[in-house]
């Protein structure tokens, strides 16, 4: 069992950076490749962006590549959402997620969510 606390959300002007924590609970997050997902109002959760249990493979979706990283440290059970050069199209309730496997696969469903954080990035 593995429970998901996401923080750092707020309110940023387009252009600035944010950093989201995902604070895991249970001796195996190391164990979980963790994924991060947003769902802005009306529509559906999307992929962000994952990252293997060791942290040394990363995949993002096109419309992050490059602005947004994904960082864990294991040490302290908790994986980041480091978000620069945010739009305001990047507005969305973000959530964390895990699974059960060494690496992410888009293809499965996560195993276990967070509640959530609001992001929201001013024009």
């Known amino acids: 069992q593995v429970q998901l606390v996401e923080s750092g959300g707020g309110l940023v002007q387009a252009g600035g950076s944010l950093r989201l924590s995902c604070a895991a609970s249970?001796?195996?997050?190391?164990?979980?490749?963790m994924g991060w997902f947003r769902q802005a109002p009306g529509k559906e959760r999307v992929f962000v962006g994952s990252i293997s249990w060791t942290g040394t493979s990363t995949y993002y979706a096109g419309s992050v590549k490059g602005r947004f990283t994904i960082p864990r440290d294991n040490a302290k059970h908790t994986v980041y959402l480091q978000m620069n050069s945010l739009k305001p199209e990047d507005t969305a309730v973000y959530y964390c997620a895990a699974q059960s496997r060494r690496v992410w696969a888009t293809q499965s469903l996560p195993d276990y969510w967070g509640q959530g954080t609001q992001v929201t990035v001013s024009s």
């Open positions: 249970g001796r195996t997050f190391t164990t979980y490749a």
